[in-house]
């Protein structure tokens, strides 16, 4: 019964304090085309950068070496290392995250709860588990590796998915702890993909809230998406629908103000519209206005 | 778990993987409709990267980049955003089909770029000239210069 204590613990431990990883407030998805947009926003406090877009050497990408001067945390978020592969985290993949780190000075890392690759092919895209014991096991191990050389926090990420497998021996809640409490990792909890599953699944979202460890969470991602044949996508090319801020709001109502950053990555708007909904989300979550 | 469980997912995600990238069928015990759902978006999520790569090849097809790019892609794993609109310029070209802003863009890559069309491609170390369809393009020290676009159809 290992895995019940850790659940023991938790809620036993719930005066314990909220994780420290130096991030606050409201902060966004650092992308190339919106640099010039990103520089602009007075308030910011951090931002996220796609780990594997970080060059080993050289410069760094313009404008985010400005950031990360002016104090602003930089987070690396990955998505390519495969955790939940079954064949070991490939080494050269977390050197290039160690990297990042060191180059970025970043107080954590993120990834993802999910595979890439399998069988010598690129999938292109992050691809669910089956939630499985064998499964969990990979990805507790994959993770332990990549702990073993970051010199800072990871956070793992749930990721939306179209379809499940067809045997799944644990449900979402159930798997995630089990990987969290096995590693000591932090929660990355998007709630866009909460959104998008729960919608997809027909499930509540609300009630995966309260059976998800929020005390573990680093921060939280936000992010658009659309309705497109008959299954929500979550695309980040997209305006923020209110259901995701909904859920902000229902988040922030279990765990005081966990620092938010919103994800965009295509079909980028008027700057204005980026601004309103920077600003709708620190309303929702009760954080200073970053625009 | 014992090994048999690390290897009986492996191989499981390896299967997964190869049906979704190469067009295989719905693997056993997977409802189709959210599968062949997943397998559209992530054909869409690759047509976008590649075109971030490949700008004047996608704008030169307009409206029919996605579904001539996504019919094309749907059963050839990627390998990654350059090299995949790399062959599917060259697919297009030997089909006669290469529209003139991609035939001047593959002038380019072809002048800066020696790419065998399986391994990863490699900046061209001496000046070269890079052909597709027409255009002509010179490619030195890294930079590229177009000697002649494309020829343009006529105004209708």
Not at chain 1, 139 to 161: G, K, M, S, W
Not at chain 1, 210 to 221: E, G, Q, S
Not at chain 2, 103 to 109: T, V
């Amino acid at each position: 019964m290992w895995w019940w204590r850790g659940r023991v613990r938790r809620v036993t431990g719930a005066a314990q304090p909220t994780v420290r990883t130096g991030l606050a407030g409201v902060g966004i998805g650092w992308r190339p085309e919106i640099a010039g947009f990103v520089a602009e926003l007075p308030g910011l406090r951090f931002v996220e950068v796609i780990a594997e877009s970080i060059p080993p050497t050289g410069p760094l990408p313009p404008g985010l070496d400005t950031l990360r001067d002016d104090g602003v945390v930089v987070v690396p978020h990955g998505v390519r290392l495969s955790l939940g592969g079954a064949e070991p985290v490939e080494a050269d993949r977390v050197a290039r995250l160690v990297r990042a780190v060191e180059r970025t000075g970043a107080p954590l890392v993120s990834e993802h709860v999910a595979f890439v690759r399998a069988g010598g092919l690129e999938a292109g895209h992050l691809l669910p588990l089956p939630r499985t014991r064998a499964a969990v096991a990979a990805t507790v191990a994959n993770v332990r590796r990549t702990q073993a050389d970051l010199p800072v926090p990871i956070a793992l990420e749930p990721i939306a998915a179209l379809f499940d497998w067809p045997d799944d021996e644990l449900d979402e809640a159930a798997f995630l702890t089990e990987i969290l409490d096995q590693t000591g990792a932090l929660l990355l909890l998007d709630l866009a993909n909460v959104y998008a599953n729960a919608r997809n699944r027909g499930t509540d979202p609300v009630a995966l809230l309260d059976r998800l460890p929020l005390d573990r969470i680093a921060y939280v991602h936000v992010a658009g998406g659309a309705e497109d044949g008959g299954f929500y996508h979550d695309t980040h090319t997209d305006p923020l629908p209110s259901a995701v801020l909904d859920l902000v709001g229902e988040l922030c109502a279990r765990r005081s103000r966990p620092p938010l950053l919103l994800e965009r990555d295509g079909r980028y708007p008027p700057a204005a519209d980026l601004r309103t909904e920077l600003d709708a989300l620190a309303t929702a979550a009760g954080h200073p206005v970053i625009t | 778990m014992s090994g048999s469980g690390a290897d009986d997912l492996a191989a499981r995600q390896a299967a997964l993987v190869a049906a979704l990238v190469t067009g295989g069928p719905v693997p056993p015990g997977f409802r189709s409709a959210p599968w062949e759902a997943a397998r559209a978006a992530l054909l869409r999520k690759r047509a976008g990267e590649v075109a971030r790569h490949w700008p004047l090849l996608a704008a030169g097809l307009g409206a029919l980049w996605v579904p001539s790019f996504t019919d094309w892609a749907a059963r050839r794993p990627t390998q990654g955003g350059l090299r995949d609109g790399w062959d599917f310029a060259r697919h297009l070209r030997d089909r006669a089909q290469l529209p003139t802003l991609g035939a001047d863009e593959l002038a380019a890559r072809e002048a800066t770029g020696r790419y065998d069309g399986h391994t990863t491609p490699r900046p061209r170390r001496f000046p070269a000239l890079g052909r597709a369809a027409g255009a002509v393009a010179v490619g030195f020290a890294g930079r590229v210069r177009l000697l002649r676009a494309a020829p343009r159809p006529p105004a209708p």
